[in-house]
């Protein structure tokens, strides 16, 4: 049944004059016998050129207000600010400089003759947060974001050691002088202080200073310290403990390469942040206002009713919605205490200081313990402790600007702070912070479980639930090794803070393949002959650099060809001849020094391609100098 009384409109033409028109066409067909006055000067035009008027406005600020709400059109500075905040990413005001600090300390030497060597019992360790100022202005300050630990040596974080004073006697060392390397960032911390009285749920303090970068912690009266959080709900964050039999007996044991142990802590006093438009940074904390525990607060599921007399499922309580508000679920509100905000300020592009300005240690907190060394030599070792910065310091800047902002943001969305692809679960191996130990190789793949419902034979099929991850390490000369269990439980509990809930992760070793390569060159006249299978060993170390190779990487002749065809003075690359001798060569190391892993790399090659075993494994050069061999062999 067709509706008579309704009227078609035009919802297409939102501007000035197309709302003029539709309004003259929509009274033309509807009230023909009511007005017919169009005159550009009549009472009714006005009225329909003010209705077009409002319509024209109203259609710019829907329209403004639509752009505004998306990431990539907003254009005012709090619409883009909150957006991006929204995503997970909070502006930066102030950015600080970073740079890398080169720390020096000596020690006194023990042993005589052939068996003198450093004492690595004075050897200091460094708390993080040493402050360092500049020599040219005193107002700019860096601090240290990792402890420095002179007794600690990787190949990820080494301890390098020279001699530094000799006995003009016996000409042997008397003090060593060790060298370190760490992270450093600009500005100054600075403190405010707020009372707390009566808790209030999601209690906000804003902190305002000229050159604000970020929040560095805050305590209250107790000397508890409140958390940074990403979201209030985040109710756990990591905790780094030192590596020692207080802590784990069986861990301890593999200190030297992981000083350091991952935990998850939970922390019921949090907080988060927000940067403002205005230059400002607000603070927000919890929900929780009551001293009770969640179970008192919250009725147990099992009691819960409808609260109606006479009702079937009438038991003891019902749910009152308001005391959700009163749980810790979203953190802890501040009650009766002082809390002390410390925050980082800095000067922006003025931090960015040339290299050899930070000299000055301003203050630094050393963690040994001194009962069993001898004082006066703990003094001279306490005083040697001198800092500089071999590069200059980069990356200060002013707030970031809008566009920044919008791009970051979303990048920012995209990585999602989560590991899903495989690709994620390797940057977040390689991010490992090296106190907790290092990887040096990385392969996922998904698990594998065995359907033994088949007569036929063993059938794998992929586990949807479970990611194998193999991972190996490096010793101190930077050869290939298993990680230590230190090390893998940090990367596991690592790795298990950012993974998918339903994801299991199997922490496994790959297996290392040690090989040697043999190559035969055909030399230009009027080249010299040694200097060219110089130059081609040289080449092919670059090429078979342990940072070149990863798991399951396979070697490709071709590219070796290729790369020895290249360097100056080869005439040509001798191929192997039809029994598979001579020419180039790889060839499988193992027992003694090597890894025992046996490989036949002759029944592994195909078309040119020495491919790895199926279980996941890395190929390794381990002693270039010797596993590296050629021949020059003439025309005829």
Do not use: H
């Amino acid at each position: 049944m067709v509706n008579k009384n309704k009227k078609d409109v035009n919802l297409i033409g939102r501007d000035f004059g197309d709302i003029r028109k539709n309004l003259v066409d929509f009274t033309k067909n509807y009230f023909p016998n009511t007005y017919n006055d169009f005159n550009e000067s009549s009472p009714g035009m006005m009225f329909m050129e003010m209705a077009a008027y409002v319509g024209d406005v109203l259609s710019y600020y829907t329209d403004v207000q639509l752009r505004e709400s998306v990431l990539e059109q907003a254009q005012e500075k709090s619409n883009v600010f909150t957006i991006a905040q929204s995503f997970g990413y909070n502006p930066k005001l102030y950015a600080p400089a970073t740079t890398t600090l080169t720390v020096y300390q000596i020690v006194p030497a023990m042993g005589s003759g052939d068996s003198v060597k450093p004492n690595f019992e004075y050897a200091l360790t460094l708390k993080e947060g040493m402050i360092v100022s500049s020599t040219d202005n005193s107002e700019v300050e860096f601090s240290t974001i990792n402890k420095v630990r002179f007794g600690y040596s990787s190949s990820f974080d080494p301890t390098e050691v020279s001699v530094y004073q000799i006995n003009e006697v016996t000409e042997e060392p008397v003090y060593y002088l060790l060298k370190k390397y760490v992270k450093a960032v600009s500005g100054k911390e600075e403190t405010k202080t707020f009372d707390f009285d009566t808790p209030v749920p999601y209690d906000k303090i804003e902190i305002t200073s000229d050159g604000l970068i970020d929040i560095i912690k805050i305590t209250d009266d107790d000397g508890d310290e409140w958390t940074k959080v990403d979201y209030l709900a985040q109710d756990t964050v990591f905790e780094e403990l030192p590596n020692s039999t207080d802590y784990s007996i069986a861990m301890s044991a593999y200190s030297n390469e992981s000083p350091s142990l991952l935990k998850l802590k939970k922390v019921p006093k949090r907080f988060i942040t927000r940067v403002t438009d205005d230059g400002m940074i607000d603070i927000q904390f919890g929900a929780g206002v009551s001293s009770n525990a969640d179970e008192e607060i919250l009725p147990n599921p099992d009691n819960v009713g409808s609260a109606l007399y006479g009702a079937s499922g009438n038991l003891d309580q019902g749910i009152d919605p308001s005391n959700f508000l009163y749980s810790k679920t979203y953190g802890t509100a501040p009650a009766n205490t002082t809390l002390t905000v410390t925050y980082r300020a800095g000067k922006g592009v003025s931090d960015n200081v040339q290299s050899a300005d930070l000299t000055t240690i301003v203050e630094r907190v050393i963690e040994n313990n001194t009962i069993n060394l001898i004082q006066d030599v703990y003094n001279v070792v306490k005083n040697s402790v001198a800092v500089t910065n071999e590069r200059p310091a980069s990356g200060g800047k002013f707030e970031e600007e809008i566009e920044e902002v919008r791009n970051n943001a979303m990048s920012y969305f995209r990585a999602q702070n989560r590991a899903v692809t495989k690709e994620d679960y390797l940057l977040r191996a390689y991010a490992l912070p090296s106190q907790f130990g290092s990887v040096a190789k990385a392969y996922a793949t998904p698990d594998f479980q065995v359907n033994t419902l088949l007569d036929d034979g063993i059938d794998p099929i992929p586990n949807p639930l479970a990611i194998n991850f193999y991972v190996l390490g490096y010793d101190g000369d930077k050869k290939l090794q298993n990680l230590n269990p230190a090390t893998k439980q940090n990367l596991q509990n690592y790795i298990s803070y950012y993974r998918i809930l339903t994801d299991a992760v199997n922490i496994k070793n790959a297996y290392v393949v040690n090989v040697g390569v043999e190559f035969e060159i055909i030399v230009l006249p009027n080249y010299n002959s040694n200097e060219v299978l110089l130059k081609c060993i040289s080449t092919l170390k670059d090429y078979f650099k342990i940072e070149n190779m990863q798991i399951n990487r396979p070697i490709i002749l071709t590219d070796i060809y290729v790369l020895l065809d290249k360097v100056d003075g080869v005439q040509s690359v001798v191929r192997p001849d039809a029994e598979g001798n001579g020419g180039l060569q790889i060839s499988n190391k193992f027992d003694g020094s090597y890894s025992s892993n046996k490989y036949n790399v002759k029944n592994a090659t195909r078309a040119g391609v020495v491919y790895p075993p199926k279980d996941p494994t890395c190929f390794e050069v381990k002693y270039p100098d010797n596993d590296i061999v050629g021949r020059v062999v003439s025309l005829f």
